[in-house]
Nanobody
């Protein structure tokens, strides 16, 4: 019933840009906090960015701040991640996630998320 489909990943050279998109269905998208996480080879899943449902407030991991921008389009039920000045360390599978209702853990904690997409691969060459 609830589906999240990421797209936009690919291979890019260092310094390049990519724009990821996540299409969500099966939930009231406009009332849910959305986030992006990523998992690099041999690493655990790490928080990238989050966006609120009310006023568009955002939180971005320090490792990507000033380079990545998260946004959402409630009319289309999509959340985007614009990635600029990409580095090899950004290479990972990127996941879109729906935050659980009524959770008190920080947005960077994956325990607080209810639904996950299948992921899209981003590879940054040096």
């Amino acid at each position: 019933q609830v589906t999240l489909v990421e797209s936009g990943g690919g291979l890019v050279h260092s310094g390049g840009s990519l724009r990821l998109s996540c299409a969500v269905s099966g939930i009231t998208f406009s009332s849910r906090v959305m986030s992006w996480f990523r998992r690099a080879p041999g690493e655990g899943r790490q928080f990238v960015a989050s966006i609120g449902w009310s006023d568009g407030s955002t939180a971005v991991a320090n490792s990507v701040k000033e380079r990545f921008t998260i946004s959402r389009d409630n009319a289309k039920s999509t959340v985007e991640l614009q990635m600029n000045s990409l580095k090899p360390e950004d290479t990972a599978v990127y996941y879109c996630a729906v935050r659980s209702r009524g959770r008190t853990v920080e947005v960077s904690n994956e325990v607080g998320y209810e639904y996950w997409g299948q992921g899209t691969q981003v590879t940054v060459s040096s």
